[in-house]
C-alpha cells in the first residue's frame, strides 16, 4: 500500500505542476507589452485632434522629401513613435484597403536605441492577444533595407521563428525572409528596387527613443 500512496502523491504532484503550468502559459500569452498599452490611443477629442495634426506633420514632410528626390537633392527625413502611431491608426486603413489581414488589428510601434518595437492585436479562432516583433533595421549595400528580427512574443511568451517558418510554408518560401549570416538570426530583407522608389538611396538609418531618422540624396 505504501508504494500505491506514493504514486499517487507523485501523480498529484504532476496534476498540480501541469494545471499550474497551463494556468501559467495562458496567463503569460494574453499580457500586452507595456509599449503597446502605451502607444494605443483612446479616442477622445484631444486624442483625435492630436492624431490629425501628427498625420498633416507626416504627410508634409513626406511630399517635401518626395520632391527632394525628384530633384536630387540632399533630403532628411524623421519621424516619432507617435506620428508614425498616428498614421497607422488615421491613414494605414486607407491606404491597404482590403488588403489588410482580417486577422490583425492596431499596428503600433515604439522605439529603443537601435531596435524598432512592433506589435497588433491578433484574433484568431486559436488564440487572441497581442503580438510583438522586436527589430533591429540596418541598411546593407547596394540598395537593401535589413530587418532583423530580435524576437517574436505572444504576450510574454517567445515563439521561435523556425516554429512560425514550420506552420507557414508561405513565409518559408519567401526570398525575402532568410537566416542573416552574420548574426545567425532570421531577418526580412527589403529591396529597395521597386519602380516607385527607384531613385530613393538611403544613406543613413538611425533609431533612437524618441525619433527615427533616414538621410539620403
Known amino acids: 500500500m505504501r508504494w500505491i500512496r506514493r504514486l499517487l502523491i507523485l501523480f498529484a504532484l504532476l496534476v498540480l505542476l501541469l494545471v499550474g503550468g497551463a494556468g501559467w502559459l495562458y496567463w503569460a500569452a494574453h499580457q500586452v507589452p507595456t509599449f503597446y498599452q502605451d502607444a494605443v490611443q483612446v479616442d477622445e477629442p484631444k486624442a483625435v485632434e492630436e492624431r490629425r495634426e501628427a498625420v498633416e506633420r507626416v504627410t508634409r514632410q513626406t511630399r517635401d522629401v518626395v520632391e527632394r528626390i525628384q530633384e536630387d537633392s540632399a533630403w532628411e527625413y524623421e519621424i516619432t513613435p507617435q506620428e508614425l502611431n498616428a498614421w497607422l491608426t488615421d491613414e494605414l486603413p486607407n491606404q491597404v484597403g482590403g488588403e489588410w489581414p482580417p486577422e490583425l488589428a492596431d499596428p503600433r510601434v515604439a522605439f529603443e536605441k537601435d531596435r524598432v518595437l512592433l506589435g497588433a492585436m491578433v484574433d484568431t ?25 530580435e524576437s517574436l512574443k505572444i504576450g510574454q511568451v517567445a515563439i521561435p521563428i523556425e516554429r512560425l517558418l514550420k506552420e507557414i510554408p508561405d513565409l518559408r518560401r519567401s526570398p525575402l525572409i532568410r537566416r542573416d549570416p552574420k548574426s545567425g538570426r532570421y531577418a526580412l530583407r527589403i529591396p529597395l528596387n521597386a519602380d516607385e522608389i527607384e531613385n530613393v538611396r538611403i544613406e543613413t538609418l538611425d533609431v533612437q527613443p524618441e525619433r527615427l531618422r533616414l538621410t539620403g540624396r
Open 125 to 149: 479562432p486559436v488564440w487572441k492577444g497581442v503580438a510583438a516583433l522586436a527589430l533591429q533595421p540596418r541598411l546593407e549595400k547596394p540598395r537593401t533595407l535589413l530587418l532583423e528580427i
